[in-house]
C-alpha cells in the first residue's frame, strides 16, 4: 500500500498543538483593517482553534503530523 501523502497547503496553514490541538491564524488581516476597533484588531493577532468538525477532516488530510 502506498504511502499517504501530506496536503501540503494544509501544512503552511494549521499548526498541531502538543495536545493534538490544531490552530490557526485568524481571518480578515488583509485590507480594511483601519476602521476596524482596537479589540478587533488585538483579537486578529491571536491564534483560534479550528472547529472540531472540520478538524476531523483537516487531521485525516495531515497524515504524518
Given at each position: 500500500m502506498p504511502k499517504l501523502k501530506t496536503r501540503k497547503s494544509l501544512?503552511?496553514?494549521?499548526?498541531?498543538?502538543?495536545?493534538?490541538?490544531?490552530?490557526?491564524?485568524?481571518?480578515?488581516?488583509?485590507?480594511?483593517?483601519?476602521?476596524?476597533?482596537?479589540?478587533?484588531?488585538?483579537?486578529?493577532?491571536?491564534?483560534?482553534?479550528?472547529?472540531?468538525?472540520?478538524?476531523?477532516?483537516?487531521?485525516?488530510?495531515?497524515?504524518?503530523?
Open positions: 501544512v503552511k496553514k494549521i499548526r498541531v498543538t502538543g495536545s493534538g490541538k490544531l490552530k490557526t491564524r485568524a481571518t480578515g488581516q488583509n485590507h480594511y483593517n483601519s476602521r476596524d476597533r482596537g479589540s478587533q484588531t488585538r483579537a486578529k493577532r491571536m491564534n483560534h482553534d479550528v472547529y472540531p468538525a472540520v478538524a476531523k477532516s483537516i487531521k485525516r488530510a495531515m497524515p504524518s503530523t
